[in-house]
Nanobody, 126 residues
């Protein structure tokens, strides 16, 4: 199983980015997908999760209304649309996969996830 993030980069505050996570070797259409981030010196932080069919989503309060998670099961890909970026959003962004029932707020627990990507760096300049 491989998860590979892309689409990070450098953006000015107020701008947008859309990291992408492409998977292989995973029964993607049956997997719950999540996005996390980790800034230097901080713990990894939950951002968003989406159920296998996209009907259920969960967001961290810090990004609700600014970030949107979506998926394309035909392409084995999950996206994170990030708008109104702030300098404090700078971090390495990770996608993760979990094969099981959607747990709602329980998807914020990183220990639930089985597979992780290597991450993509997001830098936000002020």
């Amino acid at each position: 199983v491989q998860l590979v993030e892309s689409g990070g980069g450098l953006v000015q505050a107020g701008g947008s980015l859309r990291p992408t996570c492409t998977t292989s070797g995973l029964t993607f259409r049956m997997s719950v997908m999540g996005w996390f981030r980790q800034a230097p010196g901080k713990e990894r932080e939950f951002l968003a999760a989406i159920s296998w069919n996209g009907k259920d989503t969960t967001y961290a309060d810090a990004v609700k209304g600014r970030f949107t998670i979506s998926r394309d099961n035909a392409a084995n890909t999950v996206y994170l649309q990030m708008n109104s970026l702030k300098p404090e959003d700078a971090a390495v962004y990770y996608c993760a996969a979990y094969s099981g029932p959607y747990l709602g707020r329980g998807m914020a627990n990183e220990n639930v996830y089985t597979y992780w990507g290597p991450g993509t760096q997001v830098t936000v300049s002020s």
